[in-house]
Nanobody
Framework: QVQLVESGGGSVQPGDSLRLSCAAT????????LGWFRQAPGKEREFVGG?????????YFGDAVKSRFVPFRDNDKNAIYLELFDLKPDDTAVYYC??????????????????WGQGTQVTVSS
C-alpha cells in the first residue's frame, strides 16, 4: 500500500505557473503508474496527465488542459510532480495525485487508480 500527499497549490493570477508535488510513502513510486486528476465544484473529476513505469521523464496526457500541464516523477525523491503553465481561471480545482498498481497502465480513468491523495487546491483569479 502507498500513501500519497499533495502540496504546492495556492492562489495565483492568470498566466502564472505552479509546480505541484505528491510525496509517496510506503511503496516505491517507480513501481506504480501515477496520475494527476482535478475536480472543480459542479464538474466531473477529469484526468490531467500520468506517468507509468516505462514513460520516464515525461508522461501521457488528457485533453482537459491541452498539454499545458506536465507530469513527471523523481524516483530518488519518491515523488511525482505536476508543472502547470499559463494558468487560467477555469483551471481552478482541487488537484489529486493517484497511483495504479498496474505500472504498465496508460489509463485516464479515475476508477483504475487504487490509491489517492487528499488533494491540493489551486485557485486562479485576478
Amino acid at each position: 500500500q502507498v500513501q500519497l500527499v499533495e502540496s504546492g497549490g495556492g492562489s495565483v493570477q492568470p498566466g502564472d505557473s505552479l509546480r505541484l508535488s505528491c510525496a509517496a510513502t510506503g511503496r516505491a513510486v517507480r513501481t506504480y503508474t501515477l496520475g494527476w486528476f482535478r475536480q472543480a465544484p459542479g464538474k466531473e473529476r477529469e484526468f490531467v496527465g500520468g506517468v507509468n513505469t516505462w514513460v520516464r521523464g515525461s508522461g501521457y496526457f488528457g485533453d482537459a488542459v491541452k498539454s499545458r500541464f506536465v507530469p513527471f516523477r523523481d524516483n530518488d525523491k519518491n515523488a511525482i510532480y505536476l508543472e502547470l503553465f499559463d494558468l487560467k481561471p477555469d483551471d481552478t480545482a482541487v488537484y489529486y495525485c493517484a497511483a495504479d498498481d498496474n505500472g504498465n497502465s496508460q489509463s485516464r480513468n479515475a476508477d483504475d487508480f487504487e490509491y489517492w491523495g487528499q488533494g491540493t487546491q489551486v485557485t486562479v483569479s485576478s
